[in-house]
């Protein structure tokens, strides 16, 4: 079945520093890719998606592209902030109302100054 | 956007009991709602998916005796916890399709549950 797999965490940077989560997925189909964000205590966020090859998503100074040769949608920023400590989630689905979003195990990144 | 009202946001109660969790789509109708379930520092697994109007389908090893899910209308599902027991406790989330990709998969912000 379809899946998704993410680098394991939990990742520290520093403030300003480059970041990337790598993810790759196996699905049947053209699936649309998202990542999500869940800050401590709370729920989950859309940060960006991506529904088809070459896509970009990109929303924060994240960004990811949808990248179908090497089933990857990696995420990506900059210059990452204090901000930005939170558990990010790769997820896939089908992208209809009828289809249920599968989510990567999430990778835990904490920025400090 | 699409936005999913999930109440309570969090909840204590005792063994034994039951506890109801209500999603509410606002402004828009939500024909199917997953709910899924979060453990300590672990992903999200896909507990059951309900259908407005119809039996919910529920994830092989969820028992849907202990979960039961309504979706009376378009705009309301819930997710009874009955005969709640400690290892029930965990963060549950619903989520739904907000109309287009342009909106994504709405999610409510969870209610965490913890039975002691």
């Known amino acids: 079945g379809d899946s998704v797999t993410q680098m394991e965490g939990p990742v520290t940077l520093s403030e300003e520093a480059f970041l990337t989560i790598n993810c790759t997925y196996t699905a049947t189909g053209y699936p649309s890719l998202f990542w999500y964000v869940q800050y401590p205590g709370e729920g989950l966020q859309l940060l960006l998606k991506a529904t088809k090859a070459d896509d970009k998503g990109s929303n924060k100074g994240f960004e990811a592209t949808y990248r179908k040769e090497t089933t990857s949608f990696h995420l990506e920023k900059g210059s990452v902030q204090v901000s930005d400590s939170a558990v990010y989630f790769c997820?896939?689905?089908?992208?209809?109302?009828?289809?249920?979003?599968?989510f990567g195990p999430g990778t835990s990144l904490s920025v400090i100054p | 956007g699409a936005v999913v009202s999930q109440h309570p946001s969090w909840v204590i109660c005792k063994s034994g009991t039951s506890v109801k969790i209500e999603c509410r789509s606002l402004?828009?109708?939500?024909?199917?709602m997953f709910w899924y379930r979060q453990f300590p520092k672990q992903s999200l697994m896909l507990m059951a998916t309900?259908?407005?109007?119809?039996?919910?389908?529920?994830e092989q090893g969820v028992e849907k005796d202990k979960f039961l899910i309504n979706h009376a209308s378009l705009t309301l599902s819930t997710l009874t916890v009955t005969s709640a027991h400690p290892e029930d406790s965990s963060f549950y989330i619903c989520?739904?399709?907000?109309?287009?990709?342009?909106?994504?998969?709405?999610f409510g912000s969870g209610t965490r549950l913890t039975v002691v």
């Open positions: 309900s259908n407005e109007g119809s039996k919910a389908t529920y």
């Open positions: 402004d828009f109708q939500a024909t199917t």
């Open positions: 989520s739904t399709y907000g109309g287009d990709l342009d909106y994504g998969y709405t």
């Open positions: 997820a896939l689905s089908g992208g209809t109302s009828y289809d249920k979003v599968i």
